[in-house]
């Protein structure tokens, strides 16, 4: 597609999203568009009457004519081995975390424009151009699932300060100055939030402990089997402010033609279902978590109890102790 006829399409589409600061007026963007159109000429039937985009040679040959440039090798040969170039940049590989945009931007066209002029050196290899500095609020969730790991692990959550999208791309995270990791982020609507884990926090520590008992009711015509657990969880806040922390758990979920039975018991501070649904994969049965505010240098503790009953001749596969 020549270049005449891209801006072409892009001005039919209505313009630009401003990104950075004020973008191209549709006027400047037309300005540029029919620049690369000509008119055709009375003998051509098929284009009479209607602007046709300029074929970039002939382009190059009518500028450096109006200026009355003299140019002492062949124009047309370096235009062409400048296209040659062009393609072999076209498809050389990305480089690692980095998106084709036209992947990553939907069917809108935005502009960034720089609070400065750059420049881009033509030397056939990527470069990193920066175009401005802006500031989004953030928050940090604290994310815990002791069955799993011992660690509790940081959890930004970022808004996207642009009004216009944030394309997908590598990205280095510093807190604090510090650097803290290099990471890809993915494409985030305008004004939109993402999430960003950050690594293991050291300074807050969280331990699992569990119990079990097993009782024979004998109270009904048909003998059952009571197999409780007891889940005590300590979330130890080391740091010197408080911190809104997720502890995540899980309870067994019989199959659905199972000849058993299981219930929740008393559950402190009381929690709620956990679907894991903003993850996008399969929804997590029997999950449960807390969302607890811990202050600073202080031990907060979670316990949950639940049982398991079945018939008192049966016992489950694999063991009547569900918890380690």
Not at 122 to 132: Q, R, T
Not at 151 to 171: D, K, S, T
């Amino acid at each position: 597609m020549s270049r005449g006829r891209e801006l072409s399409k892009k001005a039919d589409r209505g313009g630009s999203s401003q990104g950075f600061g004020a973008g191209p007026t549709q006027a400047g963007l037309e300005a540029v568009v029919f620049t690369h159109l000509r008119l055709a000429t009375a003998s051509d039937g098929a284009h009479r009457n209607r602007l046709q985009p300029l074929d970039a040679r002939r382009f190059y040959l009518e500028t450096l004519a109006r200026f009355q440039v003299e140019v002492t090798f062949d124009v047309m040969a370096a235009v062409a081995e400048a296209e040659i170039r062009a393609q072999h940049m076209a498809s050389a590989p990305l480089p690692g975390g980095a998106a084709d945009v036209r992947n990553t931007s939907s069917r809108f066209d935005f502009s960034y424009t720089a609070e400065a002029t750059v420049d881009v050196p033509s030397d056939g290899v990527f470069h990193s151009v920066a175009l401005g500095s802006r500031t989004g609020d953030a928050s940090v969730l604290y994310v815990a699932v002791p069955r799993e790991d011992s660690n509790v692990y940081r959890q930004a959550e970022v808004q996207n300060p642009l009004p216009a999208p944030m394309l997908a791309g590598p990205a280095e995270v510093y807190v604090g100055g510090e650097y803290v990791l290099s990471t890809t982020l993915p494409t985030v609507a305008p004004r939109g939030n993402f999430k960003l884990g950050l690594g293991v926090e050291q300074a807050i520590r969280c331990a699992r402990n569990t119990r079990f008992s097993e009782q024979r009711s004998g109270s009904k015509i048909v003998a059952t089997t009571e197999l409780w657990h007891d889940v005590i969880i300590d979330l130890a806040n080391n740091l010197d402010r408080d911190i809104t922390c997720e502890v995540r758990e899980r309870i067994p979920q019989p199959a659905p033609d199972a000849e058993v039975v299981v219930e929740e018991g008393a559950v402190t501070p009381a929690w709620e279902p956990y679907t894991q649904q903003e993850r996008g994969g399969r929804t997590l049965e029997g999950g449960r978590r807390w969302r607890l505010t811990v202050p600073a240098h202080h031990t907060q503790q979670l316990s949950a109890r639940y049982v398991v009953k079945l018939y008192a001749n049966n016992e489950l596969e694999g063991g009547n102790r569900r918890e380690a």
